[in-house]
Nanobody, 128 residues
Framework: EVQLQASGGGMVKSGGSLRLSCVVSAFTFGTSGIAWFRQAPGKEREGLACIRTSDGATWYGDSVKERFTISSENDKNTVYLEMNSLKPEDTGIYYC?????????????????????WGQGTQVTVSS
């Protein structure tokens, strides 16, 4: 059974930083697309960043470019999301998601419908 375990959320002040981790098990991690999504209260789930684990290629949503960095440690089956210059509007539940690489393309990687496997989410709260 594929499992994704997200962690690292918490409460920070505006301008602060957090690093989220997502450990993936029972999945072909080395040839996958792993993404981070955020769901803010009353809003749709938003794609933030995606990494292709076979070659490390990354993509970012406009709202987090220049502030968030996605990376992976393939030998640990883990993907990270380094979040800097956090703003109150970054508040939400952060989910990691996994899919076979062949299904993750620039056109689909920010769509939640692309991903089959999801973690349980970790709460991030940014105060002003």
């Amino acid at each position: 059974e594929v499992q994704l375990q997200a962690s690292g959320g918490g409460m920070v002040k505006s301008g602060g930083s957090l690093r989220l981790s997502c450990v993936v098990s029972a999945f072909t991690f080395g040839t996958s697309g792993i993404a981070w999504f955020r769901q803010a209260p009353g809003k749709e789930r938003e794609g933030l960043a995606c990494i292709r684990t076979s070659d490390g290629a990354t993509w970012y949503g406009d709202s987090v470019k220049e502030r968030f960095t996605i990376s992976s440690e393939n030998d640990k089956n883990t993907v990270y999301l380094e979040m800097n210059s956090l703003k109150p509007e970054d508040t939400g539940i952060y989910y990691c998601a996994a899919e076979e690489e062949i299904r993750v393309t620039p056109a689909t990687m920010m769509l939640f419908s692309t991903f089959t496997y999801w973690g349980q989410g970790t709460q991030v709260t940014v105060s002003s």
